[in-house]
T-cell receptor, first 113, second 111 residues
Framework: IAGITQAPTSQILAAGRRMTLRCTQDMRHNAMYWYRQDLGLGLRLIHYSNTAGTTGKGEVPDGYSVSRANTDDFPLTLASAVPSQTSVYFC????????????FGNGTRLTVT | GESVGLHLPTLSVQEGDNSIINCAYSNSASDYFIWYKQESGKGPQFIIDIRSNMDKRQGQRVTVLLNKTVKHLSLQIAATQPGDSAVYFCAENTGGFKTIFGAGTRLFVKA
């Protein structure tokens, strides 16, 4: 079934360590996104990419970086994890920007200790 | 500032009844609205959307109503089933790549 694949499903990470969350889509969507979901705060946009080779900052980009080397992959990197980055991370994609719903993966649950 | 909120954080309905989930938005420039369903352990799933030039749109057992005068959005689920139990999010987009999500409403369906 076409969609978004995220890995790992869950991870416990020591503070200060580097971590890359992987995301791959097979729908040939132009735009991709990373959200974090925290109880009481809903879904907040970290970074996005409107097409391969370009990225942009969302609402909460600090401490995270992304790259978009090709259409299908959009990894999210935490250079030096901190406990406040404990969250569930969702990758999503859409055909374009305007009037296009997001298609989400099933998330990565990250705990930073 | 921009915000999307929900009137009811939880909603409990009897199986077979209709459900109505409400949402308020504050950005009058928003022109695209979406409802998502999120089941436990999964990512949000697209249900239905509506553009600002419409006030009603129907899908399979779901209807979205948009009242731009009072900046209100609602999702109606007909003949609610146990499988409808989930958290429902409304979201708005003003164009571009930044979709703003509400905090969510948890729907419980009693058998």
């Amino acid at each position: 079934i076409a969609g978004i694949t995220q890995a790992p499903t869950s991870q416990i990470l020591a503070a200060g360590r580097r971590m890359t969350l992987r995301c791959t889509q097979d729908m040939r969507h132009n735009a991709m996104y990373w959200y974090r979901q925290d109880l009481g705060l809903g879904l907040r946009l970290i970074h996005y990419s409107n097409t391969a080779g370009t990225t942009g900052k969302g609402e909460v980009p600090d401490g995270y970086s992304v790259s978009r080397a090709n259409t299908d992959d959009f990894p999210l990197t935490l250079a030096s994890a901190v406990p406040s980055q404990t969250s569930v991370y969702f990758c999503a994609s859409s055909k374009g920007a305007d009037n296009s719903p997001l298609h989400f993966g099933n998330g990565t649950r990250l705990t930073v200790t | 500032g921009e915000s999307v909120g929900l009137h009811l954080p939880t909603l409990s309905v009897q199986e077979g009844d209709n459900s109505i989930i409400n949402c308020a938005y504050s950005n009058s420039a928003s022109d695209y609205f979406i409802w998502y369903k999120q089941e436990s352990g999964k990512g949000p799933q697209f249900i239905i959307d509506i553009r600002s030039n419409m006030d009603k749109r129907q899908g399979q057992r779901v209807t979205v109503l948009l009242n731009k005068t009072v900046k209100h959005l609602s999702l109606q689920i007909a003949a609610t089933q146990p499988g409808d139990s989930a958290v429902y999010f409304c979201a708005e987009n003003t164009g571009g790549f930044k979709t703003i999500f509400g905090a969510g409403t948890r729907l419980f369906v009693k058998a």
